[in-house]
């Protein structure tokens, strides 16, 4: 079955960086476009960035645009989150998840990684 | 900006029939925004409910169900149990620049 590993979250410092990482298995990871998704400590789900299956497009939220960007490696199954500039409203669990083709949603979802942006 | 509203909170007894709804800030939902709902227990990652409007994701019981209702998506739960009580969220799908945007979330009371 589909299975979704994140990994790369922490503490940082504002203005700093993290990459994250999302592990995916169980399916074939290059036909498919991929997510992130976070949420805040106590607060909703919010849509952060998209590529599509091979990586051709990529599509951010506004209150990211910029400062993160979307990639993958379709040879390791991996995708990634570069998160740069960081600011404590950026303090959330990152979730990657599969998407959901020609239904655009979110079909599976990782267990997430927490990223805690404080001074 | 686009702004997707849900209930903050709803309550139903145990065996009760409960509609959630999903709706936008200026003007309506339709099929064309490819309504999803997710339930999320704490701590946990969200699961697929229904996609597509009306389409249970595999392994949802069907006491679960979506559709739209006048202007609005919404989720139907039919029979409440009381696991059912957690939060619910709906995913809107905007096109154009391809983005989503979540609504607030629901939190479900079963007593």
């Known amino acids: 079955q589909v299975q979704l590993v994140e990994s790369g979250g922490g503490v940082v410092q504002p203005g700093g960086s993290l990459r994250l990482s999302c592990a995916a298995s169980g399916f074939i990871f290059s036909s498919y476009g991929m997510h992130w998704v976070r949420q805040a400590p106590g607060k909703g789900l919010e849509w952060v960035a998209f590529?599509?299956?091979?990586?051709?497009?990529?599509f951010y939220a506004d209150s990211v645009k910029g400062r993160f960007t979307i990639s993958r490696d379709n040879s390791k199954n991996t995708l990634y989150l570069q998160v740069n500039s960081l600011t404590v409203e950026d303090t959330a669990v990152y979730y990657c998840?599969?998407?959901?083709?020609?239904?655009?949603?979110?079909?599976?979802w990782g267990q997430g990684t927490l990223v805690t942006v404080s001074s | 900006q686009t702004v997707v509203t849900q209930e903050p909170s709803f309550s139903v007894s145990p065996g009760g029939t409960v509609t959630l709804t999903c709706g936008l800030s200026?003007?309506?939902?339709?099929?064309?925004?490819?309504p999803t709902w997710y339930q999320q227990t704490p701590g946990q990652a969200p699961r697929t409910l229904i996609y597509n409007t009306n389409t249970r994701s595999s392994g949802v019981p069907d006491r679960f169900s979506g559709s739209i209702l006048g202007n609005k998506a919404a989720l139907t739960i039919t029979g409440a149990q009381a696991d059912d009580e957690t939060d619910y969220y709906c995913?809107?799908?905007?096109?154009?620049?391809?983005?989503?945007?979540f609504g607030g979330g629901t939190k479900v009371t079963v007593l």
């Open positions: 200026s003007g309506s939902v339709s099929t064309s925004y490819y």
């Open positions: 998840a599969k998407g959901g083709g020609t239904y655009y949603y979110f079909h599976s």
């Open positions: 590529i599509r299956y091979d990586g051709s497009n990529k």
């Open positions: 995913v809107l799908y905007m096109g154009g620049g391809i983005n989503w945007v």
